[in-house]
């Protein structure tokens, strides 16, 4: 167990690479109870997300779900979240733990007396069931379309159960009462889903360039240098959207190590053919590459990059995203 955004977290229950790997062949399941949920509600709840969220929420029909960010007004990242559309005037926002009150004070300095705002998260636990037997796992909500959510009963005790995730694999997060999480998790495991932990979600989100907020996100980073211009919608305002057009003077790049290199971990510096040009933001061993993998900000024009480890530079080879692709 690790500490994490103020959660007692598991870091692994066997091991990452036992857990990393049952989610990429079979199904795993992780305790995501420590993100929050923000209740938006009422006739302005559309008008007042879209000014707060870079993408389009006016594109979503109850049911619906979209990736998106939340940024101040100089283009940095606030936070980046999962928007659920549940009703014509009602949404759900899943943030994540360390931003929560954070959001929900910026939401509320810039809505209005027709929005009702509600840091739900104390009323919701939420576990997330990822890998390609899911829907094996879950028949309950094998029906249910890629960025859905849906009010399901699993076992008994109701759910909003949407088919969205954070490691590349098909899955569904389960959002439940917090008595029913227990019950839950050990009829889920019980169907033959790997208990994972932070570890495994870390190496699976890492392999398909997910970012991690507080680390390849952060209020001093833009949606455009972070490689996310497709969830922003510029022919809408919002918050930030004047920084957001101008050309950014830098990249977060996705790398791989050569084999036998040692793997790269944050704050390690990244050189260019003639100076330091960043550091990495993430880094990791890649179980399924079987080799070291990272994320870092550099300059736009950078092509060539090493990653310096304990003195020596080891070559590393910008790759498109995601590293990871299934055969």
């Not at 709840?45 to 998106?68: C, F, I, K, M």
Request: proline share 8%; net charge negative.
């Amino acid at each position: 167990m690790i500490a994490f955004a103020g959660w007692e977290m598991p870091l692994q229950f066997t091991s990452i690479v036992e857990e990393h790997r049952a989610v990429r062949e079979r199904a795993g399941l992780f305790d995501i109870s420590h993100m929050g949920e923000i209740i938006v509600a009422g006739p302005r709840a559309e008008s007042v997300l879209n000014r707060l969220l870079t993408n389009d929420v006016r594109r979503l029909a109850p049911g619906q779900a979209q990736y998106t960010l939340m940024c101040n007004a100089q283009g940095g990242v606030m936070d980046d979240l999962i928007v659920y559309r549940l009703q014509p005037t009602v949404f759900l926002l899943v943030v994540n733990a360390a931003r929560v009150e954070t959001d929900f004070v910026w939401m509320n300095a810039h809505a209005d007396k027709e929005v009702v705002l509600e840091n739900a998260s104390d009323r919701y636990a939420a576990l997330a069931l990822q890998g390609p037997h899911a829907t094996h796992l879950l028949p309950e909500a094998a029906d249910l379309a890629p960025f859905h959510i849906a009010s399901r009963t699993v076992a008994g005790h109701a759910c909003h159960v949407a088919r969205t995730g954070y490691t590349g694999e098909d899955g569904f997060e389960l959002l439940c009462e917090p008595a029913a999480a227990e019950p839950l998790w050990e009829t889920l495991c019980g169907r033959g889903a790997v208990p994972c932990g932070l570890g495994a979600r870390d190496t699976l989100r890492l392999e398909m360039c997910y970012p991690l907020y507080g680390q390849d996100l952060t209020d001093q980073t833009t949606p455009i240098e972070a490689g996310l211009r497709r969830f922003v919608c510029f022919e809408k305002e919002f918050i930030g959207r004047d920084a957001l057009q101008r050309p950014p003077a830098r990249k977060l790049v996705a790398f791989r190590m050569e084999l036998g290199a040692p793997p790269p971990r944050p704050h390690y510096r990244i050189l260019g053919p003639t100076e330091p040009v960043g550091e990495v933001t993430s880094g990791t061993h890649s179980p399924s590459l079987q080799c070291g993998i990272g994320l870092g900000y550099v300059p736009v024009a950078v092509t060539q990059i090493a990653i310096e480890i304990r003195g020596r530079a080891y070559p590393a080879t910008i790759q498109p995203r995601p590293l990871y692709r299934k055969p």
